[in-house]
């Protein structure tokens, strides 16, 4: 069974910057897609940025430019650096994994939450 753990998230002052990482753990590391969601409280859950594990990634439209999604594989590790945050980027963010059997993100982590003040 894969888990996944989410870390790196905090209170930040607009332009400022955050750095998320998600360790996978259990399981293989066999997966087709890592992404991040992310929800805020009354929203429904939005994909902020997936990355293939050939490596292309991109974006949800409101973070591109200033989001950046990387893995390293020898670390099972995800990352999400956030910069030029804003307080509309306030939620909590999730790391997911699509395994390469699956149609869906079956793995979900914890949440880590992400708060930006103006």
């Known amino acids: 069974q894969v888990q996944l753990v989410e870390s790196g998230g905090g209170l930040v002052q607009a332009g400022g910057s955050l750095k998320l990482s998600c360790a996978a753990s259990?399981?293989?590391?066999?997966?087709?897609?890592m992404a991040w969601f992310r929800q805020s409280p009354g929203k429904e859950r939005e994909l902020v940025a997936r990355?293939?594990?050939?490596?292309?990634?991109n974006y949800a439209d409101s973070v591109r430019g200033r989001f950046t999604i990387a893995k390293d594989d020898a670390k099972n590790t995800v990352y999400l650096q956030m910069n030029s945050l804003k307080p509309e980027d306030t939620a909590v963010y999730f790391c997911?994994?699509?395994?390469?059997?699956?149609?869906?993100?079956?793995?979900w982590g914890q949440g880590t939450q992400v708060t930006v003040s103006s």
């Open positions: 259990g399981g293989t590391y066999d997966w087709s897609t």
């Open positions: 997911a994994q699509r395994p390469r059997r699956s149609a869906t993100y079956d793995y």
């Open positions: 990355i293939w594990s050939s490596g292309p990634s």
